[in-house]
């Protein structure tokens, strides 16, 4: 890697929210999502690096393409479109007072703690004891109700 390349990957780690959202508009050239600042992070970073290096060959770009039609469509959760729902693997972070609780999306649900949960409300409401959006308090929906 290249000193420019690793100082900006460096760099991502100690910005602010509002700093990564406008890396984000000038990378994308899109507004940043909804999603916690983990996330932001290691899309930018990787963004970094597919302008600097290259994206994906072509090759791999079709034979993704050619996986993604043998899928079939998700259904989401009750009460969540799955155009909302992150995709499986992905690792939701939230501090909740003091500690770091990380939530990670399943193909048919959710996974804390090493259990197995239907809803991230449900995963919401054993972090805090009290019932929770569970898209509000993982960041993935703001409190307005808009799902930035």
């Known amino acids: 890697m290249t000193d420019a390349v690793i100082g900006r990957l460096a760099a991502i780690k100690t910005m602010d929210i509002v700093a990564l959202k406008g890396m984000w ?10 999603y916690n600042r983990k996330f ?8 970094v690096q597919e302008l600097a290096y290259g994206g994906l060959k072509q090759e791999t770009l079709k034979r993704l393409a050619i996986l993604a039609e043998d899928l079939e469509p998700r259904s989401g959760g009750r009460g969540i479109r ?3 729902r992150p995709i499986a693997g992905t690792r939701l972070m939230r501090e909740w007072q003091g500690g770091e609780h990380c939530a990670t999306v399943l193909a048919d649900g959710y996974e804390y703690d090493g259990r197995p949960y ?3 409300s449900a995963i ?3 972090i805090t004891g009290t ?3 569970g898209l509000i308090f993982f960041g993935l929906k703001s409190q307005r109700g808009k799902g930035q």
């Open 25 to 34: 508009r000038d990378l994308f050239a899109a507004e940043p999502p909804p």
């Open 40 to 47: 932001l992070e290691s899309r930018l970073a990787y963004r």
């Open 82 to 84: 799955s155009d909302n």
């Open 118 to 120: 239907k809803s991230l």
């Open 124 to 126: 919401a409401r054993a």
């Open 131 to 133: 019932r929770w959006n």
